[in-house]
């Protein structure tokens, strides 16, 4: 979290209980408000609580990909099982795409988007979640794509698509099943000029366990920490926190049925989906 001052650590570290939400009694618990976000805050934190406490944390809701929260709580935790958090999973796949977006930009005109470029025009359609297209919108991509000159476009907006695919699925065994799928199709060797995909591939690999871990525990998540960080006006998710979790039962994993695989230049089309909020309305940190 972001605070407003000229002198001193500019930014704190939000510590939340998530039991209530996870297990839908009521809502997140401020437990702390910690100057500072470095690994040493947050170890120094968890160590001044008695063993009995810590032995009762079971999920560390993760912020994302900062390897300094996750390292305390390992050390601190040994026990807990981190979580990596929905949202900061597809708000990487998404800037990736945005990255790719604009490189294609570049290497096509040899400058920035202008209002005129079809790619700089149609920006944020990329970002929408398939099942949420318009007409306007399907028809706009089909152009997009038409140009072989966008493939890399293509198959980023694929990868994309499919991750938002697997978040939005009822089933939490579906969805991480479909999760694996996709991480597993990206160890495969990934075509050059594709950069963003191979970055994010690494990424994703790298951090796998805590992201299909989020299956096993629905509802884990860093959100609730936003609500605790705002200021009046103030855009949410989008400052550092932490939160902790006690005693809740894991959602067993279940079905595994057939799925497409990653195809870098026909991207599977996208299945029926529930209505669910866009991935880009949310934003934060956690451990649960």
Known sequence: MWRHTRRGDRYVTVIIDLTPVRDRSGPARLLDVVPGRSKKVLKT????????????????????????????????????????????????????????????????????????????????????????????????????????????????????QRLIQAYRTEDPGLGKYLTQRLIDSLKQAIPEGLEEIQTLAKTLTETASDILAYFDRPRTSNGPTSGDQRTPGAPTRHRPGICATWPATPSAASSTPDASKTTWQQPPKPADKPHLPHPQTRRAINLS
């Not at 570049?106 to 790619?119: E, N, P, Q």
């Not at 099942?131 to 890399?152: C, N, V």
């Open 45 to 160: 934190w968890l160590s001044q609580r008695d063993q009995d406490w810590r032995g009762r944390v079971e999920v560390v809701a993760m912020d994302g990909f900062s390897p300094g929260p996750e390292s305390a709580a390992g050390e601190e935790l040994p026990q807990a099982r981190a979580v990596m958090d929905p949202f900061h999973v597809v708000s990487l796949a998404a800037s990736k795409l945005d990255q790719c977006r604009r490189r294609i930009q570049r290497a096509i005109t040899g400058r920035r988007g202008r209002a005129g470029d079809r790619l700089y025009r149609a920006r944020r359609t990329p970002l929408t979640g398939a099942g949420l297209l318009t007409d306007a919108q399907t028809e706009r991509l089909e152009t997009l794509f038409a140009d072989d000159r966008h493939a890399a476009v293509q198959a980023s907006w694929g990868v994309y």
